[in-house]
């Protein structure tokens, strides 16, 4: 369906999220006309760039990383773009605010349209931004605001920018990104488990003997030391992302499939989760940081777009945990979350490992397993047991029942930020993050980073190009357990 027209209004509109997804997205909603005629594109960005030079750049940084097929469509789509200088910080009244007079001249008339401002920004702008939005009289009561990933870097600053951005846009205005939700598996999580009678009945300790959930990267952090010194592993993937796809798979089956229900269930386990905090943290959770290996890099030796501090030695670009859940379904059921920078593939998984057959009368068996595939390919598999064709004595083989989109599925299957714009096109906000549910995971995440913080040790080595540090497989291997790829 053709979405509402809308000004969608970029902050950091030049920057690389919106070269590399945004644009792309939003080309792809064109193409498939989702995009109402007079819905416009507004990049905002120091940049002091005209309408015509923003719309060559896309025409060069862009058009290659997509398929024009119909020439007419790609000016159709540049023509929807337009740039305005706005910089924050100095209010929108001042002369170096200057730029939001600009903005103002170029909405007005348009109140009738929905109002997006999409902040791809760090996270220290939000609450600027939407002040001086407001001051400038541009928030309309057909507007939304979008924020980026990271809703700050803990608890605090996360309920600072809440509150910030609170005082300008109700909840329901609120969208805060984590792109994970966007993609076509973790969707599909949700029907896959309320959408069939099958699993939900085993779907608890009983039959699960634990999950593992992992994001592993095969590239480093190379010109992002800025940001990455001060987050690390945990807070860039582990407080949105991983949490998120935890959430999901443990949830309780809400009673619709409506945006506050599907998010009450999902905070209520954020709140279970056992905190782990002090010593304990040696337990039950393990860091990372790449040393060079062969050609790579080691994460000191990346180039970066500051200089290596002592900070950049003690930050971590692994990490694995086990996180436990404590309500009735989950009671004794680990829930191991990993996740690396340059390990030797790219892959995101939810792997969920059923317990063994109570009693077997075969030898050999090994306990079923279910996998969702996130990355490279999305797909669904089940490990079943199966007989080895033969007239002999009975033999076992575990053989995969798998579902790939790609090929069961014709159509294409769109990128997380063409489904979540257009979520926010459509003001659905079912698959964004409530302010309680972002900060439940900040409440988690503050006592672990706070132990490592006060620890002298520093995160375990792992040549670059590998599974991580001897640490990760000795979290599992100590309750005979190992990760998925290594048995
Ligand atoms: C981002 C992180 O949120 O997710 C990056 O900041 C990471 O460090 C990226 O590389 C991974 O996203 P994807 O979709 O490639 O798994």
Request: charged share 25%.
């Amino acid at each position: 369906p053709v979405t509402h027209a809308a000004d969608l209004v970029v902050f950091g509109g030049t920057g690389d999220l919106s070269m590399r997804k945004l644009l792309p997205a939003l080309y792809h909603s064109d193409r498939d006309g989702r995009l109402a005629p007079e819905t416009r594109v507004i990049a905002l960005s120091r940049g002091g760039l005209t309408d015509a030079d923003f719309r060559g750049k896309v025409d060069a940084e862009v058009r290659d990383s997509v398929p024009v097929d119909d020439p007419g469509v790609w000016q159709r789509f540049l023509g929807r773009l337009h740039h305005v200088s706005v910089d924050v910080g100095h209010g929108a009244g001042t002369e170096a605010g200057s730029g939001w007079s600009a903005l103002a001249t170029l909405l007005a008339g348009h109140e009738d349209r929905d109002r997006i401002f999409y902040l791809a920004s760090p996270p220290r702008t939000f609450g600027p931004f939407c002040r001086e939005a407001h001051e400038a009289g541009l928030v309309t009561p057909r507007s939304r605001v979008v924020l980026e990933k990271p809703l700050g870097n803990d608890l605090a600053s996360a309920q600072r920018i809440n509150d910030e951005v609170g005082a300008i846009f109700d909840e329901r205005q609120i969208f805060r990104i984590d792109h994970y939700l966007g993609k076509e598996t973790v969707q599909n999580l949700l029907v896959l488990r309320f959408a069939n009678a099958f699993l939900e009945p085993i779907w608890n300790s009983l039959w699960i003997d634990h999950v593992q959930i992992t994001a592993a990267e095969t590239v480093g952090t190379p010109g992002r030391r800025g940001y990455y010194d001060h987050a690390g592993a945990l807070r860039d993937m582990v407080q949105n992302h991983l949490l998120q796809l935890l959430t999901l798979t443990a949830m309780e089956p809400p009673a619709r499939n409506d945006r506050e229900a599907i998010r009450d269930e999902k905070v209520k386990v954020l709140q279970a989760l056992r905190p782990i905090a002090g010593g304990e943290v040696e337990r039950f959770t393990v860091r990372g940081q790449y040393t060079g290996a062969g050609d790579l890099p080691g994460y000191l030796d990346e180039p970066g777009s500051t200089p290596t501090t002592e900070m950049s030695s003690r930050v971590e670009t692994f990490t694995a945990i086990r996180a436990e859940i404590r309500n009735w379904r989950w009671a004794g059921v680990p829930f191991y979350l990993r996740t690396g920078k340059r390990m030797p593939y790219r892959r995101s998984e939810i792997v969920v490992q059923f317990k063994d057959v109570p009693h077997a009368i075969f030898p050999g068996g090994t306990p079923n397993r279910l996998v969702l595939r996130l990355q490279p390919e999305e797909g669904i598999e089940l490990h079943i047991m199966a007989k080895e064709p033969g007239a002999g004595e009975v033999a076992l083989q575990p053989v995969p029942m798998s579902l790939s989109f790609g090929e069961t599925f014709t159509a294409r299957v769109p990128e997380a930020y063409e489904r979540l714009l257009t979520d926010v096109l459509a003001g659905n906000p079912t698959l964004f993050m409530r302010r309680d549910e972002v900060e439940a995971a900040w409440r988690w995440i503050d006592p672990i980073q706070d132990a490592w913080k006060a620890t002298a040790g520093l995160p375990e080595p792992y040549p670059a190009g590998t599974t991580g540090p001897a640490g990760a497989h000795e979290l599992l291997g100590r309750s005979g357990r190992a990760w998925h790829e290594e048995e």
